[in-house]
Structures are given as structure tokens and as C-alpha cells.
């Protein structure tokens, strides 16, 4: 069998990010206390068969319900999540553009850059209307957004506020993306400034990363339906699978 992955559910493409199985993050606590090697995941489905976890947002732990005019957020969403989609809605309208978005996760984040800004309008795109997102995708993206910062922050190994190319590698194996080293060095080459300087991630660019290799992944495993690390796709469907990660946001 393939050394892509054994087991995985074949549930669709959630833009979320995955999570670790206590297995793994075990052996990451056991690792730290021997200084015994990481583990070696199989493939990239290894652990997709886990239920995705969901982490509370990043302005606190506690969960309640909001009494903002604002009705199509989630119960339970957190405060702070839509005081920050209420101070980029100028309009009232109940619905945020690209540039709202950018500002709102400002306030909460770091400042995004606007590519990353519009694959993630893209993943979390409102049915109703394709160039702004309604309380409801604003508060799932600001999860998903949770979840890939603990996965940042735990795996900048050095504290330095970026993620090399070994620090990427480790957070990918960690999640069960078995991914070949040339598509890591496509991956890195990706942001290189032409400076000549050691290619580091910031948080946005880490994103990014993340959630086309997700994508992309999820796709292939819609046709690969024997689970080996092989699929066929004709024209049509390679450009349809490949071509909106790649100039959706653009």
C-alpha cells in the first residue's frame, strides 16, 4: 500500500485545520522528556480519520451567547468574535468584504496579507454572496484561524515568531501530511523575497500553506477511492481541482 495513508474518512472538505490525535501529542509530551526522536506518520490520511477538534477563540476561554443585533452568528460565539465583525461592518449590513476582513483579523491576529485574505474568503465563501462573508463563515473562519495558530505557536520550535523549513516539516508530519521534501522546498520557494535571507513563514503565510496542502490533499482523496496514493483525473477535472487554489485569490 502506498505510503500516502491507510485509513481516512471520506467525509468532504472542511477548510479547517487538522487535529493532532492524543496519540501523537502523547508522544510529543514522552519526546520532550527523553529527547526521543519525533514519530514518522505513514501518510497523509493517517489521521484523518480523528474528528476535527475545535478550540475555543483566542480572546478567552469562556463561551456566551451574544445580544448583538447580529443573528446569524453560531450560539455560543464568543464575544470578542463579533465585537470584531461589528467594528469592520461600517455599513451595518451584516456582511464584510475582503478589506473588512483584513481589518477585523487585525485586531485579532496580526496583520494579513490580502492573497491569504482572499483564499480564505474563498474556503469560507458565503452561498448568498461570493465576495463577502456573513456572521456565520466570519465566526468559523475565526476558529479555523484558532486552530492554526496553537499548531504555529507549537511547533516554532526557536520562539523566533516564524517557521522555517524544518519547523514546517514537523508541523505537517505532526498533522499526517507525509509531505516528499520537493514539495516542501515548493512550498518555502513560494515566499522567497529574492533577498538572499533564510525563508521563514509568518503566521499568514503558515496559514496558507496549510490550507491549500489541506485542500489539495482532501481533493486527491475524493479520487482515490482504494485509498493507495493514487487517483486519476482527467483535464477537466485537474484544472477544476488545482486552478482555484492557485488564482481564486490572486
Not at 456573513?134 to 511547533?155: H, N, T
Not at 521534501?181 to 533564510?198: E, T
Amino acid at each position: 500500500m502506498s505510503s500516502y495513508g491507510r485509513s481516512y474518512s471520506s467525509e468532504s472538505y472542511a477548510p479547517s485545520a487538522p487535529s493532532q490525535p492524543e496519540s501523537y501529542r502523547q508522544q510529543e509530551r514522552d519526546r520532550g522528556a527523553s529527547g526521543s526522536a519525533r514519530p514518522q506518520p505513514s501518510g497523509y490520511g493517517v489521521h484523518q480519520n480523528q474528528q476535527y477538534q475545535q478550540h475555543p477563540p483566542a480572546y478567552g476561554q469562556g463561551q456566551s451567547s451574544s445580544s448583538s443585533g447580529y443573528s446569524g452568528f453560531p450560539p455560543g460565539t464568543h464575544p470578542d468574535v463579533i465585537r470584531s465583525f461589528e467594528m469592520v461592518d461600517v455599513d451595518r449590513s451584516g456582511y464584510i468584504d475582503e478589506k473588512e476582513l483584513q481589518r477585523a483579523l487585525s485586531s485579532g491576529y496580526q496583520r494579513f496579507n490580502l492573497r491569504t485574505i482572499r483564499l480564505l474568503m474563498f474556503l469560507f465563501k458565503n452561498p448568498h454572496d461570493a465576495l463577502r462573508i456573513g456572521p456565520k463563515e466570519f465566526a468559523a473562519l475565526w476558529s479555523c484561524l484558532g486552530q492554526w495558530r496553537a499548531i504555529y505557536d507549537r511547533y516554532d520550535r526557536d520562539r523566533s515568531g516564524k517557521i522555517d523549513l524544518f519547523e514546517l516539516r514537523d508541523a505537517l508530519y505532526g498533522l499526517g501530511y507525509a509531505v516528499p521534501p520537493s514539495v516542501l522546498q515548493i512550498l518555502m520557494s513560494k515566499y522567497d523575497d529574492g533577498s538572499g535571507r533564510k525563508i521563514e513563514l509568518g503566521f499568514d503565510s503558515f496559514v496558507e500553506c496549510g490550507l491549500i496542502l489541506k485542500g489539495l490533499t482532501e481533493k486527491f482523496k475524493e479520487k482515490d477511492k482504494r485509498y493507495v496514493g493514487q487517483a486519476t483525473f482527467n483535464y477537466d477535472e485537474f484544472m477544476s481541482t488545482v486552478l482555484p487554489f492557485l488564482v481564486a485569490y490572486d
